[in-house]
């Protein structure tokens, strides 16, 4: 994307430069019509060539604009669709031993919250994509929508997140709460989920487990877990320097991990621009999940 941006900036340049010429040979040319009479043929000629010269550069320039308008054009799904094509080479490289990069998909659960447009800034900050496992939250809407603007990708976390009072009652209730938040994205912010995250895992999902794994795929949904966390959700009293250490200790080893972390929690908060620079430091890059991930269970 940065490529495209530095190729239309350096077009537009460009034709800053022609304009400016062809206004200030027209400037010129009126200004000074009494002196170009006296003027040689051949150097009037000349001037004339010149002028047919700068004509053509701007025909030519027909095909610039055509490429100009077509980067205006793209869809962005196009944009995200080839980017996950190329994590996906990049996770069978790491894995299959021929690439010694490591990758740590962060993940946010349960937003939005007041605290997520803080998180937002330091992903900007550092330029890295995170996934957002949201709940519903219509007063968020703006934040939705930073959050898919920014590039990050956007999971299904059901609407409610009513572990307790009836989220896995039965494979019925828990999808009524995935396709109402489904619905939800889609009218408001025009993101179709296709990944989610259980409440509490999927070991919360108990003897239902099967019937809505089932009913997910038929909805075409793969579901995710984590493998590394800063726990944040299960540890009072956590501090900034606790949640890195367990962060630390528990994706050590892992080529490809998925780290687990919300969104409310003021300890990641204040830990994650630490928590950025340590992984990168260890060789991590840092991406959005997609569907296709090997992290990903269908």
Known sequence: MERRNSFIFRINIIFVVIIVIL???NVYLKSNNLKLKNLSSDTFNTLEEKNKELENVTKNNDSIVKEINYYNNIDIKEIKEEYFKNIKLLESSILDG??????AYLTFDDGPYDLTSGVLDILL????RATFF???KPSYLDTYKRINNEGHSIGNHTYYHNIFTGLYASATSFMENVVKLEDYLYTNIGVKTNILRFPGGIRSSGSK???IVEKLRSRGYG???WTAETGDGNTPGLTSELALSKLKRSIFGQKVAVVLMHDYSNATY???PTIIEDLQNQGYILLPLFKDSVMIKK
């Open 23 to 25: 206004i200030g040979i």
């Open 98 to 103: 021929t690439n010694n990069s490591k990758i």
């Open 125 to 128: 900050k550092y330029d890295v």
């Open 134 to 136: 949201v709940l519903g």
């Open 209 to 211: 487990k099967e019937e």
């Open 223 to 225: 579901y995710v877990d």
């Open 270 to 272: 204040s830990a994650l």
